[in-house]
């Protein structure tokens, strides 16, 4: 058990509203990632964090947004929900100088 | 064309046999990692490799860095052992790039 979890763990919303996703960590590790995962693709990479207020964009990171004020925190928004943002979201985090990256249990997310 | 090409997509199989699932990658590496994902589950890590061949339990993956490609083996599948399973490599900034997975069911 890497010390990861994710809240909410379901939520149902609608179009155009605002969603916020928590990636919590008691390992204390530098590295984050947030992930989604969809039917027919691998994992994509949506923002990810190399430190406390260090954040940078990953392969599909339009209409999300991240922050990271502690170390053990790292937040994903949805400023304005929309449908094509249903997925289910993985947070993971990685141990400086490591390759291996440890996942928490995943926030799905049905946009209406 | 994706940079990490899994084999097959989809694999159905009777409980006892042989499991192979390939992985084949395009770019520099610094490992390759195998993950398994039951259904409605979350992402465990198997394996991380970056030569040669590692073996937990029924499970042993391979890697050929001069070919670009590995895989991974069950022995003596079990239902239990139904998920799926993606590979994944580490590139030279330790960013993950990932396949599609593979979708195993074992039938009893």
């Known amino acids: 058990d890497a010390g990861i979890t994710q809240s909410p763990r379901h939520k149902v919303t609608e179009t155009g509203t605002p969603v916020t996703l928590r990636c919590h960590q008691t390992?204390?590790?530098?590295?984050m990632y947030w992930y989604r995962q969809d039917p027919g693709h691998g994992l994509r990479l949506i923002h990810y964090?190399?430190?406390?207020?260090?954040?940078d964009k990953g392969e599909v990171s339009d209409g999300y947004s991240v922050s990271r004020s502690k170390t053990e925190d790292f937040l994903l928004t949805l400023e304005s929900a929309t449908s094509s943002q249903t997925s289910v979201y993985f947070c993971?985090?990685?141990?400086?100088?490591?390759?291996?990256?440890?996942f928490g249990p995943g926030t799905r997310l049905t946009v209406l | 064309k994706n940079e990490v090409e899994q084999s097959p997509q989809n694999l159905t199989a009777q409980e006892g046999e042989f499991i192979t699932i390939n992985c084949s990658y395009s770019?520099?590496?610094?490992?390759l990692h195998w993950l398994q994902q039951h259904p409605g589950g979350g992402i465990v890590s198997l394996f991380m490799?970056?030569?040669?061949?590692k073996k937990h339990g029924r499970l042993i993956a391979t890697i050929n860095i001069q070919e670009k490609h590995s895989s991974l083996h069950i022995t003596a599948s079990h239902p239990r052992d139904s998920a799926v399973y993606i590979c994944?490599?580490?590139?030279?900034?330790?960013?993950?790039?990932w396949g599609a997975g593979t979708k195993l069911i074992i039938k009893p």
């Open positions: 993971a985090i990685r141990k400086q100088g490591a390759d291996e990256q440890f």
């Open positions: 390992e204390n590790h530098r590295y």
């Open positions: 964090s190399y430190g406390v207020k260090d954040t």
């Open positions: 770019v520099g590496i610094s490992a």
């Open positions: 490799l970056s030569s040669g061949k």
């Open positions: 994944a490599v580490s590139d030279s900034n330790y960013q993950l790039i």
